[in-house]
């Protein structure tokens, strides 16, 4: 294969040096060579086995500081002499440990799968043939065709272009596209003047290219950024679970060193104190935090895939529970998406011949981002024998608003340019009546406006047509002057039938929808009316940019439609939705981008424009809106199992705090032994893991899942101290009423504490009474599991050495007759709770 690897500065050679330099050439590589060079490119990269990432990742379940203080001091007490407990605190770890990995590395399989499936492609040239490969696959040396909406996959040189603009902002920060041409340039050329390359991570804006790849793998100029740069900006749920897990921390850290401090001052070791207390800690902690977070999220996402919704970023499953506002396109959404020619007339309104070849060229010709209006065109029956060659073409682009091609027909030469009606128009200074007949544009603009306006009330879409005879062998922007208007193509997509089903059903889940659109206003004011709005409000594009941004989001509340939408507007709208609603934006093409990085969510489709796949948190495998209600359902289900986990554990935690600590204070013993606070929290861990895949109330579906701390605190301190007064009963009837002693008093204590932690679980996962909401069969065998096992635990052989005795059955019965009795309560505390608080929130909210 020879030396392949470039020097630094490529872009001050021609494309002639570097063909010879990688040993490749227009034709592109063969398959075999690109194979070797792959390899070659992949075998420099630090790759971790299977195992080894198996390894990593079952270390990490024991990195928290925490962890790594118990079993220090586990181990400090062996050499010290006290090796009685070494094994079995060491074996509950390991077995917690091992119970998370397994969850998190099903998971993180699930991940992979699905990232399997949403990789992005391009075309490169193989043995002389254009073929599409998986972007990773891309070597020094291959040949790329490029087209709009394309992303980027390598740092690479331009061979050919034609008007190719390019998004550079992502390395740049420059939000206006950057024209690439072919050629060499100086080496000390900057990075934003370097017009003749392309790098990875940029994406193809309008027009069509071809380019050499240069740098691929980790040598590109995006990667090396990436790895002084790899922070992501976290989601609001994420910043939520962050902040709750320091608060639940600093309690936990604040109680143990209180308690700690109490065993030393009533005669107790150092030693015995020290592991009470970080066992205490590490169990009271909310250490499955994470894993129950992440199982959470990728078993919605593998419910999700089920229902035809890939899942591209994991972290915003949660945000999509959020959402009670839906922003989209009509195309496709509300529409059909199937879009047909309905006539094709001249500029007095009648069918005509010459425009309908003019308008079939333009579409037939035209090579950059395949869109549905031009593959309509394609399909419209012409006249046998037809022939043109072409000769140039400008692409469209989100200025101009129009596309013009260049063609040889019958030894006349045509610069063809089809687009938006008023840009169409605007570049006109004739008009086509009919066969021979001509007026001034200045004459016949009024006539031309009212039938474009007629057109759009009638819900149909116009495209202009116009085209003028040039000479020469190049066409440039600047020869779109001085046209003749030649007509109207007229484009039917009708409503889907079950759209107004749709809608009510995202109604139903207390989510609005407002349709963005680039379509004319009376276009979108014919769509609200089959939509059922009896009097829609319309903002247009002229109008939004005259609003100052608070009054913008003061008319953007009111308005149902946008029409005639700039890609930046988009972006600016969705901004000033933000600041009263929770926002999902679904989008498909290059000029909806903008837009989908500044939603909460953003969503696109499977044969979306790369770009616009690229920057979404979603890809709906079907355009179907019906599809993205299922996914809504799933985000806040996967939203209120995570929930479950955090109101379990803020409650019992601070009331088992609080309980251990007023126990130091008053007894001569442990209330529990270090081995006996992690057993409790081995067995508790376990239904705990069947969380993700629980059943969800219909209520919850219903409305938007909101991260909200003031509550989780409310819930805190209440239900904190509610499990705090039954601990307490637990702990005087134990000490007063049975006279219980050290091993008799622990082993009761353990009883009650892992009973009422296993079974306060179905009192908090649903807002109903209980015995009204089905909890999930793994969630209830998990429980039973637990039960049995913690009541035979006192029973068995091996009792001794967890420092457990035979329970008195009138004690065994008390302990029930509390966990009963507190169940009992915590249920009608629960149902008061959230009737209560959710009834303020919802009205604080409206």
């Known amino acids: 294969m020879g030396n392949t690897h470039p020097p630094d500065a490529f872009w001050q050679y021609d494309t002639a040096f570097w063909f010879q330099r990688l040993k490749s050439s227009e034709g592109g590589l063969s398959a075999d060579e690109a194979a070797l060079r792959y390899k070659a490119l992949h075998q420099q990269e630090p790759k971790k086995s299977a195992f080894q990432k198996d390894i990593r990742l079952f270390l990490t379940q024991f990195e928290s500081p925490l962890m790594l203080l118990l079993i220090g001091a586990v181990i400090l007490s062996a050499f010290l002499g006290d090796a009685s407990d070494v094994f079995i605190i060491l074996l509950i770890v390991l077995s917690s440990g091992l119970m998370s990995f397994f969850q998190e590395r099903n998971a993180g399989k699930v991940m992979e799968k699905l990232q399997s499936l949403i990789a992005l492609k391009c075309t490169v040239v193989r043995s002389g043939s254009s073929v599409d490969i998986p972007s990773g696959e891309i ?41 690439k041409t072919p050629g060499a340039l100086d080496e000390h050329t900057e990075l934003i003047h370097r017009a003749n390359c392309l790098w990875q991570g940029t994406s193809v804006v309008s027009g069509s290219g071809k380019a050499l790849v240069i740098h691929a793998g980790q040598d590109t100029v995006f990667k ?16 939520g679970i962050r902040g709750f897990g320091f608060l639940l921390m600093k309690i936990t850290l604040l109680l143990s060193s209180f308690i700690l401090i109490v065993n030393l001052l009533t005669g107790k070791t150092i030693l015995e104190s020290g592991l009470f207390a970080l066992a205490l800690a590490v169990g009271m902690a909310p250490e499955l935090l994470p894993a129950v977070t992440t199982i959470a999220m990728s078993a919605g996402a593998k419910r999700l895939l089920s229902k035809k ?205 407002k349709i963005i659109t680039g379509d004319n206003r009376n276009i979108a004011r014919s769509i609200a009316l089959q939509l059922g709005i009896a009097n829609p409000v319309v903002i247009a594009g002229e109008e939004l940019a005259e609003m100052t941004p ?35 934006y679904m989008g498909d093409g290059i000029n909806d981008v903008p837009a989908l990085h500044a939603a909460d969510v953003g969503i696109s489709v499977e044969n979306a424009a790369d770009v616009a796949r690229e920057a979404a948190d979603f890809v709906l495998m079907e355009k179907e809106l019906s599809v993205l209600v299922e996914g809504i359902k799933e985000g806040r289900r996967t939203f209120a199992n995570t929930m479950k986990y955090l109101y379990i554990s803020t409650g019992s935690t601070f009331g088992n705090m609080i309980s251990m600590a007023i126990a130091s204070l008053l007894l001569p013993f442990l209330p529990m032994l270090p081995k006996q606070i992690l057993l409790t929290n081995f067995i508790t861990d376990f239904p705990y893991l069947a969380i993700p895949s629980d059943k969800v109330d219909e209520e919850q579906v219903e409305k938007p899942g909101r991260w909200d701390m003031g509550q989780i605190k409310r819930y805190t301190i209440i239900f904190g101290i509610h499990s705090t007064l039954f601990d307490i009963l637990a702990f005087l009837a134990l000490l007063y009423m049975l006279k219980a002693r050290e091993a008799v008093f622990q082993t009761g204590w353990f009883i009650e504490s892992v009973i009422t932690e296993l079974l306060i679980l179905f009192i908090i996962r649903t807002h109903k009474n209980f015995f009204t909401s089905a909890p999930s069969r793994p969630l209830v065998l998990l429980t039973i599991i637990g039960i049995i096992l913690t009541l035979a635990l006192p029973y068995l052989p091996f009792v001794s050495d967890f420092g457990f005795v035979r329970l008195p059955l009138l004690h065994l019965g008390v302990m029930l007759g509390i966990v009963l009795l507190y169940l009992i309560t915590a249920d009608w505390l629960k149902v008061w709770f959230f009737k209560k608080y959710q009834k303020q929130d919802n009205l604080s909210i409206s």
């Open 139 to 179: 070597v020094p040396g291959d040949v790329l065709l490029l087209h709009a909406g394309d992303m980027i996959p390598a740092d690479c040189l331009v061979i050919e272009s034609n008007q190719l603009y390019i998004n550079e902002a992502s390395l740049t920060g420059e939000s206006y596209p950057s024209i």
């Open 224 to 239: 090396n950024i990436a790895k002084s740069v790899s922070t992501v900006a976290p989601s609001s749920f994420e910043k």
């Open 309 to 513: 919704v890939l899942v591209h970023k994991l972290n915003a499953i949660q945000n999509l529970g959020e959402i009670d506002l839906l922003c989209t396109d009509k195309t496709g959404t509300i529409t059909e998406g199937e879009i047909k020619v309905n006539n094709i007339l001249n500029a007095g309104g009648q069918p005509d011949e010459f425009v309908r070849e003019l308008a079939y060229w333009n579409a037939a010709y035209q090579s950059g981002y395949s869109n549905p209006i031009d593959e309509a065109l394609k399909k419209i029956p012409m006249k046998p024998g037809m022939q043109a060659v072409k000769k140039g073409e400008l692409p469209y682009d989100f200025q101009r608003k129009r596309l013009s091609i260049y063609i040889q027909s019958e030894n006349r030469n045509y610069l063809i340019t089809k687009g938006a009606f008023k840009e169409t128009l605007g570049c006109c200074t004739r008009v086509r009546l009919g066969e021979e007949k001509f007026s001034a544009q200045s004459t016949e603009k009024q006539n031309l406006e009212a039938r474009f306006a007629n057109f759009g009330n009638g819900g149909l879409r116009v495209i202009g047509v116009a085209y003028k005879e040039i000479e020469g062998t190049t066409i440039s922007v600047s020869d779109e002057t001085e046209m003749i208007f030649a007509g109207f193509v007229l484009l039917q997509d009708p409503v889907k039938a079950d759209i107004t089903e749709v809608v009510a059903s995202l109604k139903q889940l207390s989510v609005s929808i």
């Open 550 to 584: 608070a009054l913008l989001a003061e008319n953007a509340k009111r308005a149902h439609i946008f029409a005639e939408m700039e890609p930046g507007q988009k972006e600016q709208l969705i901004k000033a939705l933000k600041t009263s609603h929770t926002v999902a």
